[in-house]
């Protein structure tokens, strides 16, 4: 059913947006959120987190003429709720028939939809080096990216197709955590020209922004390693070899190659500060290695990843900052408010990076979450095969990023 064919409640319901319902929940406010979306959409991916309660009531149930006790029982009376469900139209309708029987409810502004809009900026404060560098955090899908700016030049990595306006200018509105650490800064905001895009692989979880921002003048830069995959638009973008460099300023970005959870995997070190590692290690895990050759391939892809870990990114010095291209609801966000951390302090928490090779390979092959929704039509969007309007492009990547092994077979006791 289409938002616009739910019928219109007597109740007045009142609308949060989005951005003010993240502000609560990262205030530390309990919140209760009644999700109207079926069961599983619910068990794909929903709001979550330690303030939160959340309760899944699919819509349908709330058409009847009357509804039944049991379900209208699961819904709390003695606090407000906020109801959600994919685009706004069923919470509205759901949140109207709460409202009419006395429930202090609202609902979610552009559901589900709305949520995965909200892109925040944090600064890195631990960064050393040259310049300042941010990282973009969308809490729908814990994807990441950074930008890096100084002396009125800027680069940006692992940037999302959908907030390609976002990158060049300040049109979009950002959300909130720390005060101190958000701002609007964008590189029209900043008064910077974004001189680089930057992948660090080909993405199997959300659609890339580097085409579009390169035909909008900035720089697309690809590895050179994952052209092979097949990508049909190598010829139009820079190609970025193991160990070449990029200048921001007084920043250098140096490609590391290190191939795993894909053949092209690359990360680049900011300033010898910090490794942009894109999916081959975060902050509370490692990269599973199965989505470019499937099960098949995933234990040669392991070996490999295991490689690139011991001998690219282990080898660096223990303070240098590892950023990855996502987080995960178990992840734990650094004093700044960013998912960063020492690399150092990941050997010491994270029994995996001391296995020995077999060890390692046996773990994370042992307990794979599933693939991310949508991975091969993902993937076929990124290599140029398959194109996509921007509306299907959001779409396609709705939900959890699921590009990481098990947390729990791989974090230290």
């Given at each position: 059913?289409?938002?616009?064919d739910?019928?219109?409640?007597?109740?007045?319901?009142?609308?949060?947006?989005?951005?003010?319902?993240?502000?609560?929940?990262?205030?530390?406010?309990s919140?209760?959120?009644?999700?109207?979306?079926m069961s599983?959409d619910y068990e794909?991916?929903?709001?979550?987190?330690?303030?939160?309660?959340?309760?899944?009531?699919?819509?349908?149930h709330?058409?009847?003429?009357?509804?039944?006790?049991?379900?209208i029982?699961d819904?709390?009376d003695?606090r407000?709720?906020?109801?959600?469900?994919?685009?706004?139209?069923?919470s509205?309708?759901?949140?109207?028939?709460?409202?009419?029987r006395?429930?202090?409810v609202h609902?979610?502004?552009?559901?589900m939809?709305?949520?995965?809009?909200?892109?925040?900026t944090?600064?890195?404060?631990d960064y050393d080096?040259?310049?300042t560098?941010?990282?973009?955090?969308?809490?729908s899908?814990?994807?990441l990216?950074y930008?890096?700016?100084?002396d009125?030049e800027?680069a940006?990595?692992?940037?999302?197709?959908?907030?390609t306006?976002?990158?060049?200018?300040d049109?979009?509105?950002l959300?909130?955590?720390?005060?101190?650490s958000h701002?609007?800064?964008?590189?029209?905001?900043?008064?910077?020209?974004?001189?680089?895009?930057?992948d660090?692989?080909?993405?199997?979880?959300?659609?890339?922004?580097?085409?579009?921002?390169?035909a909008?003048?900035?720089e697309g830069v690809?590895?050179?390693a994952?052209?092979?995959r097949?990508?049909?638009y190598a010829?139009?973008?820079t190609?970025?070899?193991d160990?070449?460099?990029f200048?921001?300023?007084?920043?250098?970005?140096?490609?590391?190659a290190?191939?795993?959870?894909?053949t092209?995997?690359?990360?680049?070190?900011?300033?010898d500060s910090?490794?942009?590692?894109g999916d081959?290690?975060?902050?509370?895990?490692v990269?599973?290695?199965d989505l470019?050759?499937?099960?098949e391939?995933a234990?040669?892809?392991?070996?490999?990843l295991y490689?690139s870990?011991?001998?690219?990114?282990l080898?660096?010095p223990?303070?240098?900052?590892?950023?990855?291209?996502h987080f995960?609801d178990?992840a734990?966000?650094?004093?700044?408010?960013?998912?960063t951390a020492p690399?150092?302090?990941?050997?010491?928490?994270?029994?995996?990076l001391?296995?020995d090779?077999?060890?390692?390979?046996?773990?994370?092959?042992?307990?794979?979450?599933?693939?991310?929704?949508n991975?091969?039509?993902i993937?076929?969007?990124n290599?140029?095969q398959?194109?996509v309007d921007?509306?299907?492009?959001?779409?396609l990547?709705?939900?959890?990023?699921?590009?990481a092994a098990s947390?729990?077979s791989l974090?230290?006791?």
């Open positions: 059913m289409n938002a616009e739910f019928p219109t409640p007597d109740a007045d319901v009142e609308s949060v947006t989005p951005e003010t319902l993240k502000s609560r929940i990262d205030d530390g406010e919140v209760t959120i009644l999700d109207a979306r599983g794909e991916w929903h709001i979550d987190g330690e303030n939160v309660e959340s309760i899944n009531v699919p819509y349908f709330f058409l009847e003429d009357e509804l039944d006790a049991d379900i029982a819904v709390p003695d407000e709720v906020t109801v959600l469900c994919a685009k706004g139209g069923a509205e309708y759901v949140a109207g028939t709460l409202a009419e006395g429930y202090d609902h979610l502004e552009d559901g939809n709305g949520w995965a809009r909200i892109y925040e944090v600064e890195v404060t080096g040259a310049g560098l941010l990282q973009y955090q969308r809490p899908s814990g994807c990216g930008l890096v700016y100084d009125g800027a940006v990595i692992d940037p999302l197709r959908a907030f306006d976002r990158y060049l200018d049109t979009a509105e959300g909130s955590a720390s005060p101190a701002a609007q800064q964008d590189a029209d905001e900043l008064g910077v020209d974004l001189k680089y895009a930057l660090t692989h080909i993405h199997a979880d959300h659609i890339s922004g580097v085409r579009n921002l390169d909008a003048g900035v690809i590895p050179a994952a052209v092979d097949g990508v049909t010829d139009d973008l190609t970025a070899e160990g070449d460099t200048e921001v300023g007084d920043v250098t970005i140096e490609t590391v290190t191939p795993g959870h894909t092209g995997m690359t990360s680049y070190l900011i300033d910090l490794l942009a590692t081959g290690l975060f902050i509370e895990s990269a599973r290695p470019e050759e499937g099960d391939g234990p040669d892809a392991a070996r490999m490689e870990l011991q001998e690219r990114v080898t660096l223990d303070d240098t900052l590892i950023g990855g291209a995960s178990t734990e966000p650094a004093s700044d408010g960013t998912y690399i150092g302090q990941l050997v010491d928490e994270m029994d995996a001391s296995m090779e077999d060890d390692f390979v046996e773990t994370i092959l042992a307990d794979m979450p599933p693939r991310p929704a991975y091969e039509d993937i076929a969007t290599l140029g398959n194109s921007d509306d299907e492009a959001f779409t990547e709705l939900g959890p990023n699921n590009c947390q729990e974090a230290g006791d």
